[in-house]
T-cell receptor, first 114, second 117 residues
Framework: GENVEQHPSTLSVQEGDSAVIKCTYSDSASNYFPWYKQELGKGPQLIIDIRSNVGEKKDQRIAVTLNKTAKHFSLHITETQPEDSAVYFCAATNEGYGNNRLAFGKGNQVVVIP | KAGVTQTPRYLIKTRGQQVTLSCSPISGHRSVSWYQQTPGQGLQFLFEYFSETQRNKGNFPGRFSGRQFSNSRSEMNVSTLELGDSALYLC????????????????FGNGTRLTVT
């Protein structure tokens, strides 16, 4: 099955700086890559996703890039704010026709220092 | 629109007991998935239900089971609880049907924290 790895496990950044989290996946058939943010005491919340037919997607301060050849995708957060402090999970799956089974990375703790 | 609702939020059980967790999906969502989250293993897929049928299952023992009702609400059951079953159990719903090559995103609830003593 799919195996997703995330690096680094913990990331501390100064407020206003950028944060980058990188994930690698093993199954070349994977074609859908969502990112989730989880705050303490809450469930994961989808923040952005990308499909394999595009290389980059942006939504305000958040962007995701995908390199299918190298089988890695990255989350970029610009102009970080204290409310960006959370655990971020990447995931991958071969979507479609009823497959909702996501393989998640172990998560990255992002700490934004005011 | 109300989000995914999971009850109860917290549960404490003893080894050997069984437990039932409940999930109400977002209105209109017909797919419900369950995940187990632990510090060591992270988020692991348990199973998914669509139109009252299990259509995908993860690598968990048969002690873990689930079902879905005609109103899309879902329950999962864990029998003969073990200490290692202590975890946050997350339910997620999705609009995804079987006719599309694209999935709609998973929306997670806040989970049920199960502690087995």
């Amino acid at each position: 099955g799919e195996n997703v790895e995330q690096h680094p496990s913990t990331l501390s950044v100064q407020e206003g700086d950028s944060a980058v989290i990188k994930c690698t996946y093993s199954d070349s058939a994977s074609n859908y890559f969502p990112w989730y943010k989880q705050e303490l005491g809450k469930g994961p919340q989808l923040i952005i996703d990308i499909r394999s037919n595009v290389g980059e997607k942006k939504d305000q301060r958040i962007a995701v890039t995908l390199n299918k050849t190298a089988k890695h995708f990255s989350l970029h957060i610009t102009e970080t704010q204290p409310e960006d402090s959370a655990v971020y999970f990447c995931a991958a799956t071969n979507e479609g026709y009823g497959n909702n089974r996501l393989a998640f990375g172990k998560g990255n703790q992002v700490v934004v220092i005011p | 629109k109300a989000g995914v609702t999971q009850t109860p939020r917290y549960l404490i059980k003893t080894r050997g007991q069984q437990v039932t967790l409940s999930c109400s999906p977002i209105s209109g969502h017909r797919s419900v998935s369950w995940y187990q989250q632990t510090p060591g293993q992270g988020l692991q897929f348990l199973f998914e239900y669509f139109s009252e049928t299990q259509r995908n299952k993860g690598n968990f023992p048969g002690r873990f089971s689930g079902r879905q009702f005609s109103n899309s609400r879902s329950e999962m059951n864990v029998s003969t609880l073990e200490l290692g079953d202590s975890a946050l159990y997350l339910c997620a719903s999705s609009l995804t049907g079987q006719e599309s090559s694209y999935n709609s995103p998973l929306h997670f609830g806040n989970g049920t924290r199960l502690t087995v003593t």
